[in-house]
């Protein structure tokens, strides 16, 4: 079936090849005129009874309307035109809207196509060393969304191995995850001298997983990294076939850890409680389970469509505004490169995941609504301190939603235009010219944006640093 732009230029071909007004189809039709122009302009779907009144009064047939291709050249470059005026890249720009008249010729509109090409390809040309890791990635969050973020078969998994060992709800405890570990033949190794491209290793000859030793007492990342590494003998994973397939099974083996600390069953029924009581609140969810708040975050966007019906999004921002990590299924405009991709793009500065960064306390979330082209959102914000950056987990709901949480009541409130540029990063009117030419700035710039894709069985870490590891503890006791 045709999408809309395409529709709408077929219905326009067919009613001028029949010599046809608006007027005339109107009348045929018994629909308004203005109505008709909409549909014309991809504007507006219509009906099926309407549109096969329509096809009656051009005498063609509906199924010619609905055909996917250009009814002509001149046509495919008008819908070409829109589709490029659409995209983010161009948005970003802050220009008007080119609508290709009658007087506009098919030479100055092939110009003017062949120009949003080249800005397209120069667009994806700036990040074609790890385009291949960003449109995997782009995929994956594309997939995610549309099961809302709940992959069932891993929650049975994950209940079956924590049942095993007679766990069900509050803190899982190391010596727990031990056992899980010797419940599927590893055992845990403790070692100093990991490769430094890699935050865990897993010896399936002899059994063992390493895992550097706990930096602050009690450690608690250790146990999702250790769960991580049995995620992968419980779900079977094999060396990856490509990046996409390597992004897959980090992130399966990511949601089996998040579902070991935290229990589908304890974790519904807590979550279903607070809702009753219209106090929702990641810190809790993270206090009750002894987790991280980004681990308590990413853990609720699992849960919260699927048994508590809430639609949402979650964001993880550098303290200098770059997306690091983001999903979403209540319609944020989440900032997007020309592949589609937001991680290292940058949020608005009027977000709230940016907004946290100027509190003098973090110990205890931002609240904000926000309001933005898609709607309000009620959101929270917790910021944190990391290597080498300051960052911020941001949980947001629709403001429909915002009754079910705690910090509902915040009096911060702030508006977002963007993708406008005009909103947060185009200076204000006369400001550039006063400046130009008499300020200089030193840009900040991160190694990883040079580095090539990596390369290797596994994407990112040195294949001689892991087999020689391998081979020196090969020879040392469990």
């Avoid at 890791?133 to 099961?147: I, K, S, Y």
């Avoid at 405009?333 to 592949?339: E, F, M, N, Q, Y």
């Avoid at 793009?345 to 973090?362: G, I, K, L, P």
């Amino acid at each position: 079936m045709a999408d809309l732009t395409t529709l709408g230029r077929r219905v326009r071909h067919f009613r001028a090849a029949a010599g046809l007004t608006l007027d005339q189809v109107s009348d045929a039709t018994g629909t308004a005129p203005s109505h008709l122009s909409l549909i014309e302009n991809g504007r507006r779907e219509p009906r099926l009874s309407l549109l096969e009144a329509i096809a009656e009064a051009l005498g063609v047939s509906a199924a010619a309307l609905l055909d996917p291709t250009p009814p002509s050249p001149r046509a495919a470059l008008e819908i070409e035109l829109e589709r490029a005026q659409a995209a983010p890249a161009y948005r970003e720009l802050g220009l008007p809207h080119l609508r290709p008249t009658r007087a506009m010729t098919d030479e100055t509109l092939r110009a003017v196509v062949g120009l949003h090409r080249e800005l397209d390809r120069r667009a994806r040309q700036a990040i074609a060393t790890p385009e291949q890791a960003r449109q995997a990635n782009t995929q994956l969050r594309h997939d995610m969304r549309a099961v809302n973020n709940y992959l069932p078969e891993i929650e049975l998994l994950a209940q079956e191995s924590t049942s095993r060992v007679g766990h069900h709800s509050g803190a899982l405890t190391h010596r727990t995850v031990a056992q899980m570990a010797d419940q599927v033949g590893l055992a845990i190794v403790h070692t100093d001298d990991l490769p430094h491209s890699a935050r865990c290793v897993v010896d399936m000859d002899r059994g063992r997983i390493y895992i550097p030793p706990a930096s602050i007492p009690g450690g608690h990342g250790l146990r999702s990294l250790a769960l991580q590494a049995i995620a992968h003998q419980v779900l079977e994973h094999r060396p990856p076939e490509d990046y996409g397939d390597f992004l897959r099974q980090r992130l399966e083996a990511s949601y089996f850890a998040a579902a070991c600390l935290m229990p589908r069953a304890a974790s519904v029924a807590f979550l279903a409680e607070a809702k009753r009581e219209h106090n929702i609140a990641i810190e809790d969810l993270r206090d009750a389970f002894g987790v991280t708040h980004e681990a308590a975050a990413l853990r609720f966007t699992n849960l919260a469509t699927e048994h508590l019906g809430l639609t949402l999004h979650y964001v993880r921002v550098n303290g200098d505004g770059t997306v690091t990590g983001a999903y979403e299924n209540d319609g944020l405009p989440l900032p997007l490169d020309a592949t589609g991709s937001t991680e290292g793009e940058v949020v608005c500065r009027f977000w709230s995941a940016r907004r946290a960064f100027a509190r003098r306390t973090r110990t205890t979330e931002h609240y904000q609504y926000t309001d933005t082209p898609a709607g309000t959102f009620f959101e929270s914000t917790q910021t944190g301190t990391g290597n080498p950056d300051d960052f911020s987990i941001t949980l947001g709901v629709p403001y429909r939603e915002s009754r079910w949480f705690r910090g509902r009541e915040t009096p911060w409130r702030e508006t977002s235009t963007c993708p406008d540029a005009a909103c947060c990063r185009r200076p204000a009117d006369g400001l550039a010219e006063r400046w130009e030419g008499k300020g200089w700035a030193s840009p900040r710039v991160r190694s990883h944006l040079f580095a090539p894709l990596p390369h290797g069985t596994y994407p990112g870490v040195d294949d001689r640093e892991l087999y020689e590891f391998l081979e020196s503890h090969a020879g040392l006791d469990a």
